[in-house]
């Protein structure tokens, strides 16, 4: 219930056993025309000679009725003093205070999240400070139960994407159980790289919230605020940092269609505050490779190129004109030039070492590292923040105790990233519909041969970084591999869905690593640097040869 404050505090006068929450100065008082109504009304009462009792009992029921019309399910959990819940103006009544000295993330202490299941006006506040925040910890939530978790969850988007199987111990199989006891949770979540969680799908997770159960020291979590990175860098490496695409995969056997495919925009626009953002997992069982665009060439040098082909073998040239349609401009143009076809290893290492590389000025500011206590609840921007455990999280339950934490992820159906560079959406490619969960299955393209050709141009850029010898999540010999995207010597049931290598979905030996760049990709980019500086030669040589004509 909502009520004005001057009524209030009208009926703590007249009942003094009645305490008076001031509500927070940072949320809107209501309107003034119901305002006035209120005082009006209180005072028209009090001049007709009602006792302050009878006052006081009216706005009591009155507070009783309207909280009456909420879910039932929720309602007796959520019993508090009555005359501090009409205190409030809404469900939504919280203060955030800012993490000192970082460019994102804040904590709110003296909230119970409770209080916001079954209210849309607080779980849209809660929606709009985590777009602004990023990062969201309500301290204290000790009383949130499994069930208040889902149900709170569900308001903030849709479960159902399918990635995810259940711990045996976890109480429901949407509400992932992580901790350093396996017996308790799965472990070792996470750890490969930094990352966003959901690269799979067409989107990646709009939403992720953690639930401390139980903390242990040094049992910490980095996050890095993706669009500061990206303005951190070099204006070079970030232009081509947007030129490029993330692949990923998840599937018992991909080249059969028995899978899904996601391409994905390293550098997008943010879906909500349409700033730039960036989608990449830098763990190596997460990655099937890169797409770089390649602008369209002109003059000579687009002659030579026609001349000599693209520096890609032949699988590469065949899925040109497949990539021509699937990543074609947000007005249906296929306006790329070309497309060129990494390994995972180098453009991976490259994102760790800028990540590695920055001041430390910058780190403390785009890097937060939160130190949790138990009953904290994190709210998670997942598109605009990666996330990596620190090595604490993984210390043995006997020498720190446990640790335990409650994760849910949550999709926004039909959701699409595009890219900062030309607007082209993000694709994700299936061999048969029933393969992905009910939410993902809006924009999602049932196109096994699309998948092949993409495969085929990726193992072969693997190949020609002389990774032939290593065990490819492609599979070894480019066709009927059954790995998919480093879940590693297994061809587990994929229905709807197996997280690629990832423990919260299937615990799978780890990929066979991948080597450091080659000597063949030396003289792979070696090659095209030869090229481009013939290319450029040969046109100096034909303008000065104009010139004198």
Known sequence: ASLHPPAVAM???AAPGLRHVQPPAVLPQPAA????????????????GATAGAFATSLV????????RRPVAHR??????VVAVMARPSASAYEIRPFEGCAFGGEVQGYDLREAIGDAQAVAQLRKDMAQHRLLVFRGQTDLSGDDHIALSEQLGSLDHGLHRPHPRSLDPRLLRISNDEAEGFVQVGTSGWHVDGVMLRAPFATQ??????SIPGGDTLFLGLGDLL??????????LRRLWFVSGVGKDLMAGDGQLSLLPLVHKHPVSGKEAMCFHLGRQYCLGWIEELPPATGFDGFLRGLLGQPVGAAGEAAQATLQQLLCSAGGESDAGSFDFLPPGPTQEL?????????AETRSRIIRRQEWATGDFALIDNAALAHLPSEGTQTAKEGVGLRLFHRTTMVDPGAALRSASRGAESVLLAGRPELLAEACRSGARIDPPAMRAVLRALVEARRMDDSEGNTSPLGASGGGGRRAAGAAATSQRRSPAVAAGDPTAQEAPAATPLPAPSSALVRRLRAKAEAKAAAAAAAAAVEAAGSSV
Do not use: N, W, Y
């Open 11 to 13: 009926m703590a006068a």
């Open 33 to 48: 025309a119901p305002a006035a109504a209120a005082e009006q009304a209180a005072s028209g009462i009090c001049a007709a």
């Open 61 to 68: 029921a009155a507070a009783v009725a309207q909280r009456s």
């Open 76 to 81: 007796a959990r959520r019993r508090k003093s």
């Open 209 to 214: 919230t953690m639930h401390f159960l139980s």
């Open 231 to 240: 303005e951190a860098v070099p204006e070079d490496i970030r232009q081509r």
């Open 351 to 359: 994102i760790t070492g800028l990540i590695a590389g920055l001041d």
